[in-house]
C-alpha cells in the first residue's frame, strides 16, 4: 500500500499536469481511483486503482478530492481521481419572472433547499443539488408548489461539486 499525503495538482486546472497526463495516457501508464462526493471530503481513505495499485490517502484537514486530481506521479504511473456521478436536481427561474418576483422566489427557495439540508452549486442561474432517489424529485415539485409558475426543475446525472462554503451544514 502506498500512502499519498497530499494532492499533486489537477488535469483540469494545471497545463504542466494536464500535457503530461496527455503524454502518460498514450504510453497507458494512467491509473485511476473513483471517488464520489461523500468520499472527497474525507481526510484518510483507503482506494484501488482501475489497475490494481493500493493507496491510502491521509490527507490535511480541509483538503477536498476533485475530478482529475493527481494522487500520485512517479516515472511508471500517474493515478488519477475520477470524481462518480449522481443524480442532480436542477432548478431555474422562468423566463419573464417579474423584478419584484425574482428576489421572493429565490429566498423561498433558499429556504426550501436549506431545510432538506443541501449542499448547492449555482451556475449561470441555475441551483444545482443532490438527490438520493427518483422519487425525491416529486418531494421537491411538491415543496416548490407555490412556486411552480415562476421555475422550471429537472433532473440531470453529472459530477456534483457544491460551491465552496455551501456543502457544510451545521445549527
Known amino acids: 500500500?502506498?500512502?499519498?499525503?497530499?494532492?499533486?495538482?489537477?488535469?483540469?486546472?494545471?497545463?504542466?499536469?494536464?500535457?503530461?497526463?496527455?503524454?502518460?495516457?498514450?504510453?497507458?501508464?494512467?491509473?485511476?481511483?473513483?471517488?464520489?462526493?461523500?468520499?472527497?471530503?474525507?481526510?484518510?481513505?483507503?482506494?484501488?486503482?482501475?489497475?490494481?495499485?493500493?493507496?491510502?490517502?491521509?490527507?490535511?484537514?480541509?483538503?477536498?478530492?476533485?475530478?482529475?486530481?493527481?494522487?500520485?506521479?512517479?516515472?511508471?504511473?500517474?493515478?488519477?481521481?475520477?470524481?462518480?456521478?449522481?443524480d442532480v436536481a436542477i432548478v431555474s427561474l422562468n423566463r419573464g419572472i417579474s423584478a419584484e418576483q425574482i428576489l421572493d422566489t429565490a429566498i423561498k427557495l433558499g429556504h426550501i433547499i436549506g431545510n432538506m439540508h443541501r449542499p448547492i452549486r449555482v451556475i449561470n442561474n441555475k441551483i444545482y443539488f443532490p438527490i438520493q432517489t427518483d422519487s425525491e424529485i416529486e418531494l421537491f415539485k411538491k415543496l416548490f408548489h407555490n412556486l411552480r409558475q415562476d421555475i422550471d426543475i429537472k433532473t440531470e446525472n453529472t459530477v456534483f461539486e457544491p460551491d465552496p462554503g455551501y456543502d457544510i451544514h451545521g445549527h
Open 1 to 86: 500500500m502506498i500512502q499519498i499525503k497530499k494532492i499533486l495538482g489537477n488535469i483540469h486546472s494545471d497545463s504542466d499536469l494536464h500535457e503530461k497526463y496527455q503524454d502518460m495516457m498514450k504510453k497507458d501508464k494512467v491509473e485511476k481511483i473513483h471517488v464520489n462526493r461523500l468520499e472527497a471530503d474525507r481526510l484518510r481513505i483507503r482506494k484501488v486503482s482501475d489497475k490494481g495499485t493500493d493507496l491510502a490517502l491521509i490527507l490535511n484537514p480541509g483538503s477536498h478530492i476533485y475530478d482529475g486530481d493527481v494522487v500520485l506521479l512517479a516515472e511508471e504511473k500517474m493515478v488519477i481521481a475520477k470524481r462518480e456521478s449522481e
